[in-house]
């Protein structure tokens, strides 16, 4: 029966320490190339500016006055294709945890 060929352990720690960077440039090129395939954020009409706008300015009143837990209250903002856009910046900027 033949020997099992032995290695030192510097050529064990060498072999794992090419082996760990070259597994964080694959995950840097990884995370680069995903953060270029992210869609470019769309652009979104004057009206629904004019609404966040409008909240905001309720939000920083409610602020001012010490009752930032209140409700801000909608209005004129109708369901329908032509608002996706504002549904979907309404939840960008007021769906976390402010």
């Known amino acids: 029966m033949s020997k099992?060929?032995?290695m030192s352990r510097r050529k064990w720690a060498a072999?794992?320490?090419v082996l760990c960077a070259a597994g964080l440039a694959l995950t840097a090129a990884l995370d680069?190339?995903?953060a270029r395939d992210q869609q470019p954020e769309k652009s979104v009409s004057a009206e629904c500016?004019?609404?966040i706008a409008d909240i905001e300015t309720q939000l920083a009143k409610a602020k001012q006055e010490g009752t930032e837990d209140?409700?801000?209250a909608l209005a004129g903002v109708?369901?329908?294709p032509e608002n996706d856009d504002c549904s979907?910046?309404?939840r960008d900027r007021?769906?976390?945890d402010e």
């Open 94 to 96: 007021f769906g976390g």
């Open 78 to 80: 109708h369901a329908g």
């Open 15 to 17: 072999a794992w320490a």
């Open 70 to 72: 209140g409700v801000v």
């Open 88 to 90: 979907d910046a309404f």
């Open 32 to 34: 680069a190339s995903s």
């Open 4 to 6: 099992p060929i032995s």
């Open 49 to 51: 500016d004019k609404y």
